[in-house]
């Protein structure tokens, strides 16, 4: 029974948004917004392979960042490479291997980044896997919450540092961590966040993506109380044609295959807010919000929960081998 109510829980709120996407398209659809070149920048983009990680990638490119595609197929993020520097001219684009699904392959992901001693001004934790069958990460971890939230939660720990180093008065590096609405019908059981008494693989999502929430939030007063030139957002895509699709209901994807030109965003729509995180000025120092259309809304109630972002902190921390650098310096 609590499988079939988290699946219809989803499904409710892709209806929702899908009714608001087809709206704004009929009243004359999105507008791509438009930045000035940053030749000067260095970013990171976990799942720069493929959908919307490939679109923020190829934006980031198009206005002169120099990109690095983090992602675990190496055959298909050299034809990224090869396609973002055909299309947009830029030949600082790369590719690093790094399976967010093994903390052994972020650690090294990490060494191997600092070894080309680059600044890091932008890590985009875009990549995640969605309502898959039950599976384990190479550590252990229901793949969701492993994956989207742990695997993005070590990597962002391990990059802080570069991001500090990076940053400056007026020119602050940036977090952007992409969750999704489906973190509002998210339900958050600390003593069982990898789904173990009843596994339901749409609550296991929706899961993972409210903790990337507070863990974006949490960060941020982590930053704030540091005094770092470093901000952490959270962006929310819409409902994307993509193909993460592949394990949700046949309807869905029936719907996609025939109205998603209608009703999904593109790839490059659904970039556009994360790419808007990453660089606009309008966000210069400015963290801990979170972002959809590239405006600022409210998030599910629960993520404000100082305490529960604390708790979720720690139990992160003890998860991954991360020192818990937030005891003594953010107070609760």
Known sequence: MARVSAALRVYAVGAALLLLQLLRRCRGGFSPPVFCRQPDRVAVVT?????????????????????????????????????IKEETLNTKVEFLYCNLASM???????????????????????????????????????????????????????????????????????????????????????????????????????????????FSYHLQRLLEAQGCHVTANVVDPGVVNTDLYKHVFWGTRLVQRILGWLLFKTPDEGAWTSVYAAVSPELE?????????????????VTYDQKLQQQLWARSCQMTGVTDVTRGTILD
């Open 47 to 83: 799942g720069g392979t493929d959908g919307i990680g490939y679109s923020t990638a190829k934006q980031l490119a198009r206005l002169g960042v120099h990109v690095i595609i983090a992602g675990n197929n190496e055959e298909r993020a050299q034809q990224a490479v090869s396609r």
């Open 104 to 214: 052994k392959s972020i650690r090294q992901f990490v060494k191997n980044f600092k070894m080309k001693r680059l600044p890091l001004h932008v890590l985009v934790n875009n990549a995640g896997v969605m309502m898959v069958p039950q599976r384990k990460t190479e550590d252990g971890f229901e793949e969701h919450f492993g994956l989207n939230y742990l695997g993005h939660f070590l990597l962002t720990s391990l990059l802080l540092d570069s991001l500090k180093e990076s940053g400056s008065p007026g020119r602050s590096s940036r977090v952007v961590t992409v969750s999704s609405a489906t973190h509002y019908v998210g339900e958050l059981n600390l003593e069982d966040l990898q789904s173990s008494s009843c596994y339901s693989p749409h609550g296991a999502y929706a899961r993972s993506k409210l903790a990337l929430v507070m």
């Open 285 to 301: 120092g400015l963290g801990g919000r979170y972002l959809y259309n590239e405006k600022e809304t409210k998030s599910l109630e």
